[in-house]
């Protein structure tokens, strides 16, 4: 059986047309190229290369072949999987955190650049290409956005955004003639002349023998590099235009809808953001990137507000990943989006009873943390906070090491614990948490500021619960106490790992007995008795461990633990009390041997003990109410507290101010029937006491201070008015005021930026008066010595502008500006002093920089840094500015501020050449740059001289609430210029340089 011979005919024949079309297709398809006149080095000067061949060689098929064959293979498809693999190790590298919204991309430009070789491989590999090849192969264009990329995952945004161009320039459409058409021309295929895109020929033989042309694929890379850049209306103009292009091929629309989605993502439409990364998913490279994006449309829709549409999505990113990590939070935030009909609550009974299932399945058991955490969230939501704290010691037991879930488990307990008064417990929690989490940062300041305040409050507590059990043990009958204390000592024992023992008579060490003979604990005997069966030695033993260990537990990471509960006693007891004898630390200090005696040595049995326990009960109730009063504060607990001083210690010491601070809690309180109830017990138990003046007749200082007080409220709205530019609302307020306090009030702060307000508009004359009250009301102040300096350069601005009116500037001739600088080389021998003054200067400014080191990052900040994502970059070595930046400050203002630093400059920095500009970000932020240091240790050295002495001597008029200071590099400048985000870039300084710029509070 031969096979039919006429099938074989028909194959021959179809293979034989398909290799005809394709040869056809070769000979006409070559691309037209880029001509290039490059400067060859010397040892290539005698050689031609390959696309110099470009116009002088014929393109015949076989060279067509040869030619793209060899880019293809030799040169794009190993450059093309180079830059590939860089991706995949970026997102190798990316971790997710799936309690917050998800970055747009599981990678990051800070971690694709740091990749540099590779990335330099690519584009080397591509330029090579690029110079040996034959310019009409079909894979020009594809070289071009392959270098293009390269560029944009080395973070060089400029340079990838000129090639995107190039490529949408150099491969337009052209003319018959070669000459490329206008954008929008009617000579484009078509007609068309709403179009910029090119029309893809969407024939068979195209689609199989060729690559897509890379120009349509150039627009979609532009618009991620604006957006990058944060030039988000570049982006979208060339989004919206490429919506409506006719021509603009479909295999491309997903990824036009991702950028879309981008940019929605950018300025915070989540909903919008959700529609289009919905139509993007077409886009993902893999299944994975599929289930992530899915997860961030329902953090979208959840932020946007739309719970049905955030679980639908959830729950399909949980069905899809094989990432058990994305699987389990998608479970748990579609559960949470469960929200059923609404308000009647049942759907968190339901929801909780989903997570317990979940919990009882062993392939969630490593994300049990989360899923209590969760649980406990929920029960929150309903207000169950006993169960909700239940959960969350649940997650905290189930984390691993010191995670994050572990760390807000502990700040979630800290704030119940507040909420319910249990001041300990919350103190133990704010103490259990890692301060170094990064992911913890936005609530470190609260829980800092609770720390202090519970580092005061707690150890009193400690005091009165000690104390209390001490007096209620010493009013025990002797046989309940002996009993009691027997108890407890076989507790005690038990706890730290020793052996239970009878505690009678025979022990001769630890029997309440007196009566009969103590055995000889350190008499050894001979009889030979193991160590663990002689009492004697047992108890030596014992005690030679304690005098070389002291009091430590059978546990393990007994030194830590130690640590630990010197961390949970707290401080000792204000020094401000006296003490009488009171207990003065919160812990009493081990006894050297552990025996029902030693234990009895603490209950305050005899009367002089008594009194120092009482002492330290009265000491510890005072101090609690005054820390509950300023430190949290806590007006109704400090009432109770103080309440309690009063009834168990009537004749005590604080007693008058302990009434007054009651009296001063019920004011915060508005409870004024309380407090006028103190008040008559004040004046009935202290009538000529101290306190009572001051309830009565508060402190005035000046006599009119309360008309001075509310003349300054006044004037400083006026002032700020002033500051800010509306000069007729505060003319008007000024005029008002000055009507009602006369020139009594008058600041001379005030009085000051109203004269430059009046020099800038030319009021010369009334600015002169104005500058003469300065100078007569405040003698001797810097104010003073500033108005003195305006008024003399103002008596010669007359003569100073006709000068500068009448001076004729001639450029001098190139030549003599060479003589000149030659000239420099050269000083005179006159000149030598001013010359060694200004070296002496910038010795000394170089000694003053050397003292600013920019510190090594620590680990914690390093981790930081790399969550950290911002369009600037940490270039310290860099030249740098220093920028003063002013909110809601006339130019008038700015201009003094500028004069006033170019002062400050040539008096205490001679011989440096600084150049001071002026910027404005916004119609409400001005800032004036001072360029000229030489990196960023000298920037932060004048930035600590001349910081220092702004608020003092430069500028002492201008509010400190309305500028600050930053420094910047070149490139820096002119990224804030276009995305003028100053809070984003307060906070990449503070993730830099955190010691010179702190994070906000």
């Avoid at 000889?520 to 009889?527: A, D, I, P, R, V």
């Amino acid at each position: 059986m031969h096979g039919n011979p006429k099938g074989r005919r028909v194959k021959r024949i179809v293979t034989s047309v398909i290799c005809f079309v394709f040869f056809f297709y070769l000979t006409g398809s070559g691309q037209a190229g880029i001509e290039y006149d490059l400067k060859k080095p010397a040892k290539y000067e005698n050689r031609t290369l390959g696309y110099e061949k470009t116009t002088e060689t014929k393109w015949n098929v076989p060279r067509q072949l040869i030619q793209n064959s060899i880019t293809h293979y030799n040169f794009y498809f190993n450059a093309d999987n180079k830059l590939n693999d860089v991706l995949v190790r970026a997102k190798a590298q990316f971790r997710e955190d799936y309690t917050r919204l998800l970055p747009f991309y599981n990678y990051s430009l800070e971690t694709t650049s740091r990749d540099k070789r590779n990335l330099d491989s690519v584009i080397d590999k591509v330029n090579t290409a690029i110079l040996l090849r034959d310019m009409r192969n079909n894979w020009t264009d594809n070289l071009y956005m392959l270098m293009g990329r390269a560029y944009f995952y080395k973070n060089n945004l400029d340079s990838a955004r000129i090639l995107f161009q190039f490529v949408n320039y150099a491969f337009a459409p052209r003319d018959k003639d070669g000459y490329p058409l206008p954008i929008g021309s009617n000579q484009e295929e078509g007609g068309n002349s709403f179009t910029i895109a090119t029309n893809e020929k969407t024939n068979i033989v195209k689609k199989t023998f060729s690559q897509p042309p890379s120009r349509n694929e150039s627009f979609i890379w532009q618009i991620h590099t604006y957006i990058q850049q944060e030039q988000l209306d570049r982006g979208a103009v060339l989004i919206e235009v490429l919506k409506k292009d006719p021509n603009f091929p479909d295999r491309l629309k997903p990824a036009l809808h991702e950028m879309q989605a981008l940019w929605f993502y950018k300025i915070k439409q989540w909903d919008s953001a959700a529609y289009h990364l919905i139509l993007a998913l077409d886009n993902t490279a893999e299944p994975g990137e599929q289930a992530r994006w899915e997860f961030l449309i329902g953090q979208l829709y959840e932020l946007a507000g739309k719970p049905a549409e955030s679980k639908t999505w959830f729950e399909k990113s949980s069905s899809r990943t094989l990432d058990p990590a994305l699987e389990v939070y998608a479970r748990l935030n579609a559960i949470r989006q469960n929200q059923g009909n609404g308000a009647n609550g049942n759907y968190i009974q339901k929801n909780l009873d989903a997570l317990r299932r979940m919990t009882k399945k062993e392939i969630y058991e490593p994300y049990l943390d989360v899923i209590y955490y969760v649980e406990a969230e929920m029960e929150l939501e309903r207000n169950n906070k006993a169960a909700a704290r239940y959960y969350f010691k649940k997650c905290i037991d189930h984390a691993t090491g010191q995670g994050y879930n572990r760390d807000r488990a502990f700040l979630k307990l800290g704030w119940i614990f507040m909420s319910e008064k249990m001041y300990p417990e919350a103190k133990y929690s704010y103490d259990s948490v890692n301060v170094n989490n990064v992911a913890i940062a936005d609530s470190l300041k609260i829980m800092l500021d609770r720390k202090e305040a519970l580092s005061r409050i707690v150890p009193q507590i400690l005091i009165l619960q000690r104390q209390d059990s001490l007096q209620r043990i010493a009013a025990m009958t002797p046989a309940d106490r002996d009993s009691y204390i027997k108890k407890m000592l076989r507790a005690i024992r038990k706890q730290q790992g020793l052996a239970d023992e009878d505690n009678g008579v025979e022990s001769g060490g630890y029997g309440f007995n007196t009566n009969n003979p103590n055995t000889n604990m350190f008499n050894t005997g001979s009889t030979g008795e193991w160590y663990f069966y002689n009492q004697g030695l047992k108890a030596k033993g014992y005690n030679d461990f304690k005098s070389k260990w002291g009091n430590r537990p059978n546990v393990d990471y007994w030194e830590a633990q130690s640590m630990i509960n010197k961390q949970i006693t707290g401080p000792a007891p204000a020094g401000n009390l006296r003490q009488n004898g009171a207990e003065t630390a919160p812990a009493v200090a081990p006894a050297a041997q552990l025996t029902a005696q030693s234990l009895l040595e603490a209950v305050p049995l005899t009367p002089e003990k008594l009194k120092k326990s009482k002492d330290s009960v009265e000491n510890a109730l005072f101090a609690l109410g005054k820390s509950l009063q300023d430190y949290i504060p806590d007006y109704r607990n400090a009432i109770n507290i103080y309440d309690s001083l009063e009834n168990q210690f009537p004749e005590t010491r604080f007693y008058q101010e302990a009434l007054y601070n009651q009296y001063y809690c019920y004011i915060h309180l508005n409870d004024s029937l309380n407090a006028a109830r103190i008040l008559a017990l004040m004046k009935q138990k202290f009538p000529s006491g101290r306190y009572i003046s001051l309830i009565e007749n508060p402190p005035k200082g000046p006599e009119d201070l309360p008309i001075r007080t509310q003349a300054t409220r006044a004037y400083e709205k006026v002032y700020e008015q002033l500051i800010e530019g509306h000069f007729d609302e505060a003319a008007a307020g000024k005029l008002k005021l000055d009507s009602m306090y006369g020139e009594k009030y008058w600041t001379p702060q005030l009085l000051y930026i109203e004269a430059l307000y009046y020099i800038h508009y030319r009021y010369d004359s009334i600015g002169k008066v104005t500058l003469n009250k300065i100078i007569t009301k405040y003698q001797g102040t810097l104010m003073a010595a500033k108005a003195k300096n305006v008024l003399r350069v103002l008596n010669e601005r007359e003569r100073i502008e006709n000068y500068l009116r009448n001076l004729h500037v001639t450029r001098m001739p190139e030549d003599s500006i060479t003589r000149v600088v030659n000239g420099n080389e050269q000083p005179k021998t006159g000149d030598s002093a001013a010359a060694k003054g200004k070296s002496v200067n910038a010795e000394k400014l170089k000694r003053d920089s050397s003292q600013v080191v920019i510190k090594m990052p620590d680990p914690a900040q390093l981790k930081r840094q790399a969550l950290f994502v911002s369009p600037f970059t940490w270039t310290p070595g860099k030249p740098q500015a220093v920028a003063l930046v002013m909110t809601k400050v006339d130019p008038v203002y700015v201009t003094e501020s500028k004069n006033a630093f170019d002062r400050y400059n040539r008096e205490n920095f001679y011989g440096k050449n600084y150049e001071t500009s002026q910027l404005a970000l916004s119609d409400t932020t001005k800032m004036m740059v001072i360029h000229g240091f030489d990196d960023a240790a000298a920037a932060m050295a004048y930035l600590d001289k001349a910081g220092n002495a702004a608020p003092r001597e430069i500028i002492p008029w201008l509010p400190a609430i309305k500028y600050f200071f930053i420094i910047i590099d070149d490139q820096n400048l002119e990224i804030l210029k276009v995305n003028k985000d100053i809070p984003l870039y307060k906070k990449f300084l503070s993730v830099y340089a955190p010691d010179k710029f702190p994070p906000a509070k």
